[in-house]
């Protein structure tokens, strides 16, 4: 039997199932303000307040606590246990100042979140506040340095967002004393000098794009994505001249450069004076003029900006990750035509895919591209073109394992498999060194973002009917890819959560299937790969849990085995609809079967999609017998999404080793 799908474990588990984590005792004890008083203290800090009026203590409420049941819901306000465990206060409009005292009144706090308001100044104490787990400070108008000890007390510390702000200053030493960090986001700020010396030792997201950093990238950073130095001119990933990596001696060459210049165009003027002196009169023919078409400098063709909101434009690409292919600028005229010169002499974009039109490498060249991600393929951008059309972009170094004929048959292949829960690519670029790969552009990105990424409006709308739309769509999917892609090895082989991307009506469509004999895994991160069954990975030097994270196969089919299949499952699913829960058993009982040790005791995949489609058939049967308790479920599972969810583990990805936000938004890796 050939080897069977890898792992719809890894959709099934991060569709409906995620551990619930018990959050760490308080450290402090608690202070004497009482708790509504605190919040109330807090929006009189505030200006622009009026999103928080339901932060008042009522004459119903008396000195009851605002997590006491019957309190009323006081909006942003987490609670749990009694106890105020976050605040989520993001795109509320706020401004002024926040009352980092009053936030001290909460002992057990472990994460806040002021992201996309008005707030100004100096960033607020927060390294007072030693609990916190995380801190999202993201697109407000902090300004000014962070203070040098900053990271020394946040000890238990996991995610700092303070990207899109106007921070300058260096970046603190102590940020390697930050222990516990996992996500460090510092882009798109103004942040000056030298990287420090070292990460923190448990990073895994980092990102300082976007700013005027200079100098040579430190070793130890260097195992992050070329993509998160973009943008800092004078910041230098793998220097090949440490005095361009110099702000002083940079702008010194560059000046220098120009005397050079002007003594040039002097001697230039002289001699085209003497010429026309010397000349006949006659005028010179059109052949004589041929290739004389006067340019400006390379050095003179500036940039145009490609600004948006919070945005900056990655013009940076070429420059930076050694590339030829100068993808992500805006040019000029002038420029354009140079590039589009190189990029014929490099091969053009190879079109498989019609459905979105056509376009060429000069397109993309000329569009302004957003990096949306990097994940073990490669980095990925969405670039929009000139004619409104909005495409992914994954730019691949480790596909060199087939011949320049094998790779252009299979590209062409894949791009003619049609199916409702497929995305198929739009075009490619083959260079022996590095691959363009071009996809359609889907806006509400990646099952694992929707999952475990911000927690908004899509969160919300993923209840158990959903999934069990999600789940089917996969399967049919999966079969599709073992008929038409039946002589591979692996079909797919990078199934997971990360990978399946999400339609306006939460139809799932498949990405990244059919590369995985092009891949050289040997020297690609051990992170591309999703579960594999063993004889696939046969000697190769792959862990399931190779960054120390939980191996999922081993905690799910331990849990089956013992009857804790429910600690496996997401307690908001569990809370809302609890007549599901016997459905849910036999989706995991699936899942189980597809990773089991023996390849011949696995289904292969068209028993697998015929299970999945039956289990859920009886479950939307059991969802529409149900009758108002599918309302009440409903509601159930937003009130338990917008209150209660902080409780659950981050993520099934984080207890894996995920690799951090950066792959969350969009199938990359």
């Known amino acids: 039997m050939a080897p069977s799908p890898h792992c719809l474990l890894f959709l099934v588990a991060a569709t409906i199932a995620a551990a619930a984590a018990a959050l760490p005792a308080a450290v402090a004890a608690e202070n004497d303000m009482p708790v509504a008083d605190a919040l109330v203290k807090l929006k009189k800090s505030f200006t622009n307040s009026s999103s928080l009026s339901s932060w008042l203590i009522t004459d119903k409420d008396g000195d009851k606590h605002p997590c006491a049941p019957g309190s009323h819901e006081w909006h942003g306000v987490v609670c749990s246990g009694g106890k105020v465990l976050g605040l989520r206060l993001n795109d509320l409009e706020l401004g002024g100042t926040i009352d980092v005292d009053a936030l001290a009144s909460f002992p057990r706090l472990r994460s806040v979140s002021f992201a996309g308001n008005n707030f100004s100044g100096p960033l607020p104490a927060f390294h007072q506040l030693k609990a916190l787990k995380s801190m999202y400070l993201s697109n407000n108008q902090f300004s000014g340095p962070l203070p040098e000890g900053f990271f020394a007390n946040l000890s238990h ?62 070793e130890p950073f260097r195992r992050f994505d070329a993509s998160m130095f973009a943008g800092n001119e004078y910041l ?139 994940g073990g393929l490669g980095s990925a951008y969405k670039a929009v073109m000139a004619n409104g059309v909005a495409v992914v972009v994954k730019r691949s170094r480790d596909m060199n394992r087939a011949t320049k004929d094998a790779f252009q048959a299979e590209m062409k292949r894949l791009g003619v498999v049609r199916h409702a829960n497929l995305l198929p690519p739009l075009a490619y670029h083959y260079r022996s060194d590095e691959k363009l790969l071009v996809y359609e552009y889907i806006p509400k990105g990646s099952l694992l973002y929707v999952l475990h990424g911000d927690r908004g409006m899509d969160y919300a709308a993923l209840d158990w009917p959903m999934r069990l739309k999600v789940a089917a769509g996969v399967a049919r999917g ?25 339609a306006p ?141 902080i409780q659950r583990m981050t993520s099934v990805g984080e207890r894996s080793s995920r690799r951090g936000s950066s792959d969350y938004a969009y199938g990359i890796s």
């Open 478 to 502: 999966m079969a599709c890819l073992h008929t038409e892609l039946a002589a591979h090895e692996v079909p797919h082989g990078n199934l997971k959560s990360a990978n399946v991307l999400l």
């Open 157 to 218: 510390l996991k995610k700092l967002w303070l990207d899109g702000n106007q921070l300058n200053g260096s970046i603190p030493a102590s940020v390697a004393q930050a222990t516990s960090l996992l996500e460090l986001h510092l882009d798109r700020n103004d942040f000056t000098g030298e990287l420090p010396p070292a990460p923190p030792p448990a990073l895994k997201s980092f990102n300082v794009s976007e700013n005027d950093l200079e100098g040579v990238v430190p």
């Open 236 to 374: 230098c990933f793998v220097p090949t001249n440490v005095k361009s990596c110099k702000r002083e001696q940079a702008v010194a060459a560059d000046s220098s450069h120009r005397r050079v210049v002007m003594v040039l165009a002097t001697l230039l003027v002289v001699a085209v004076a003497v010429v026309v002196m010397c000349a006949c009169s006659s005028q010179p023919s059109s052949r004589d003029m041929e290739g004389l078409e006067e340019k400006p400098p390379a050095y003179m063709v500036k940039q145009a900006s490609t600004q948006q909101p919070q945005k900056r434009s990655t013009s940076w690409l070429g420059r930076r990750a050694g590339s030829s292919l100068g993808f992500g600028h805006r040019r000029t005229a002038s420029a354009a035509k140079v590039d589009d010169l190189s990029s014929r002499s490099a091969g053009d974009l190879v079109m498989v895919n019609s459905s979105k039109g056509s376009f060429g490498l000069a397109d993309l060249m000329k569009a302004a591209a957003e990096v949306i991600g990097s």
């Open 505 to 645: 009506d939460f139809e799932p469509l498949l990405v990244g299937f059919g590369y995985s004999g092009f891949i050289n895994h040997m020297q690609s991160p051990h992170s591309v790969f999703a579960r594999r069954a063993p004889e696939c990975v046969a000697g190769h030097p792959y862990l399931q849990n190779a960054k120390g994270g939980t191996d999922l196969v081993m905690w799910a089919t331990s849990a089956m085995a013992d009857g804790f299949e429910s600690d496996l499952f997401d307690p908001a699913i569990m809370a809302a609809w609890k007549f599901a829960l016997l459905d849910m058993k036999r989706l995991m009982k699936v899942a189980v079967d597809c990773v089991e040790a023996d390849p011949e005791k696995r289904p292969d995949m068209k028993e697998v999609a015929a299970r999945v489609e039956e289990v859920v058939a009886t479950a939307l049967a059991t969802v529409r017998e149900s009758g108002s308790e599918d309302a009440a479920s409903r509601s159930s599972h937003a009130t338990y999404v917008r209150e209660g969810s």
